[in-house]
């Protein structure tokens, strides 16, 4: 504490040199530093009147927050008014927007991405030679919650089979699937009677990618769900900025056939979000709501958006069915599952964890 | 991502290396700025590298390249230009997909003609290394005149190349206090200095490490564990008894050989 305190006094020193106002202004930061470091509420050591001042101050900033907020607001409402332009709003800074650089993120004339993803394994599925074809199965031990996902996860996918593990190995499983002619495989893994993991592998010589499952909500738990279609779902990868992120979003793009029925209005979204996949499923309707009259609903239409007589605005609501869940890539390996004599693509250590703003996804 | 393969060429610091891809790419990188300075080929899968061996003389270096469509390339190291291309297709009629290169290596005397050692071909002479299994990893040493090979299901063996003969051959490892018997299956192999042919290292797909001295016993003299999954590959430094190691899940280490000991690890 006393090396900061002759630091700044040094910083003070030197910029006596400099101009009267910078100098006025390093003046009036320190003296709030210091009026700070007085009521340091770490520097209390009865926890109860530690708590309360932490409180106070927590309190004291709260309020200050919202007198700024509230006078923007007004400063806003007055310059509309008033016919002026408002003043820019300043963006936040969030941990996505101070992402580290990662220079294996995908840049749209890569000639060698697309080469590569031609070469790849999905190429064949997703220029539309092969049909997709899955095969589920599970661990050894199944109870519980797992036999209930895997029901919701048949009706997601469309021309998805189950078959039950019994004691098979899964490298047999492997040699039986492509036997089958199935494009992929994906073996949902319990734990404590609760699905924790996702092992999707591609057939016949596709990567293996393995996910840990968070965050699972079967659809009797969602308030106001729907129930799903047989249509063909549209899907949505949003945020796989990174080759391997590029990579994930394609096997999971060979799950799904490459023809949505658009007319079906069934959506299925995989987001990326700071290496975080959410998965979710909903029924969409487009609707036009008239801001002024009261006649609105019950129109179904992707037209009239360039409507502006009569202030109709197009919105589309959303019903989530199906079941909601989080994945998150634990590793990803060249070749059909083999943990002991296969080559890694990619592996999570925690030693690669090493900022708030690093994500590889 | 696209598997790379990397070679060095020895020398002084700042480094200059090429990667080869499964793209059939080969790039140069330089580390003053580490970045990518060249890049020859078009992106062909076709032409995916499997092997490559450089012969890094003062006057007119070469480089072979096998590529998967059967083709050996001699190509200038530093400017890219293809000398001369070899077709690898078998006497028999086998397809070059189905009988990839494993292992190339570049002689240094006589005519720079590449030779592709593999289980059955080679542009000179030809000889079948083993009956049965595959061959997965080949190394010459530095006199030129042995080779070993090592594979799944096919132990280490030394050939004198002169006269094409098997010289040395490991015995395949007791059996387990379990009773349990794990077929031999090596991943990577080299020699463990330029000079000496007697000594080398082969590696195998349980994460173990052997070194084999044929002077003494024809099991492996010194074994360790390296973590848990398959070594990939492994390379000796130029002192003769240091080595480098990597494994399938991205892990780097070097070892003293002399007593077995892990010097750095990543």
Known sequence: ?361 | MPRTTTLECPGCPPLRALTFDSLGLIKVIESRVPQVVERWGDPDPSKCVLAASIDDRKKDPLLAVARKNGEVEAVNPLNGEIHAVFSNVGEDGVQPEDDAISGLHLFRRERPSGKALHASISVTKTWKVCGSGNVLCSKVDGSENYAVFGGKGVEVNLWDLEDCTKIWTAKPPPKNSLGIFTPSWFTCTTFQSNDDHRKFVADTNSHQVHLYDISAQRRPVLSFDFRETAIKVVTEDQDGHTLYIGNGSGDLASFDMRTGTCIYFD
């Open chain 1, 1 to 361: 504490m006393g090396g900061k305190r002759r630091n700044n006094e040094r910083e003070a020193m030197e910029e006596y040199g400099d101009d009267v106002e910078l100098d006025k202004k390093e003046k009036k930061k320190k003296m709030e530093k210091e009026k700070r470091r007085e009521i340091l509420p770490s520097m209390i050591k009865n926890k109860e009147k530690r708590s309360a001042v932490h409180a106070k101050l927590k309190h004291e900033k709260k309020v200050e927050k919202r007198k700024k907020l509230k006078a923007r607001d007004a400063e806003e409402k007055r310059a509309l008014e008033l016919g002026e332009e408002p003043l820019p709003r300043k963006i936040p800074r969030t941990i996505e927007n101070t992402r580290e650089n990662d220079e294996t993120v995908c840049k749209p004339d890569d000639e060698e991405l697309f080469a590569c993803n031609d070469a790849d394994e999905f190429s064949s599925i997703i220029k539309r030679e092969r049909t997709p074809k899955i095969l589920i199965t599970t661990s050894r031990f199944n109870s519980t919650r797992g036999p209930a996902f895997i029901s919701e996860l048949l009706e997601v996918i469309p021309n998805a089979h189950y078959y039950k593990r019994g004691t098979y190995d899964l490298k047999k499983i492997v040699e039986y699937a492509k036997k089958q002619d199935f494009t992929s495989l994906i073996v949902v893994h319990t734990k404590r009677r609760e699905p924790d993991a996702l092992l999707i592998i591609g057939l016949p010589d596709g990567p293996t990618a393995h996910f840990k499952l968070s965050r699972l909500v079967l659809r009797k738990d969602i308030k106001n769900h729907g129930n799903p279609t047989s249509h063909e779902p549209e899907l949505v990868l949003t945020n796989f900025t990174t080759r391997l992120g590029h990579r994930t979003g394609r096997i999971i793009q060979s799950l799904f056939p490459q023809e949505p029925n658009f007319r079906g209005r069934r959506v299925v979204t995989f987001h990326n979000q700071r290496d975080y996949i959410f998965f979710r499923h909903h029924r969409y309707i487009f609707e036009t709501k008239e801001s002024k009259t009261s006649d609105s609903k019950g129109k179904k239409g992707k037209d009239s958006k360039g409507e502006k007589i009569s202030q109709q605005k197009v919105i589309a609501r959303l019903q989530e069915c199906g079941p909601r869940f989080t994945l998150k890539l634990r590793s990803l390996q060249h070749g059909t599952f083999d943990t002991k004599g296969g080559e890694y693509e990619w592996v999570h250590k925690p030693e690669m964890d090493t900022s708030r703003r690093r994500f590889f996804l």
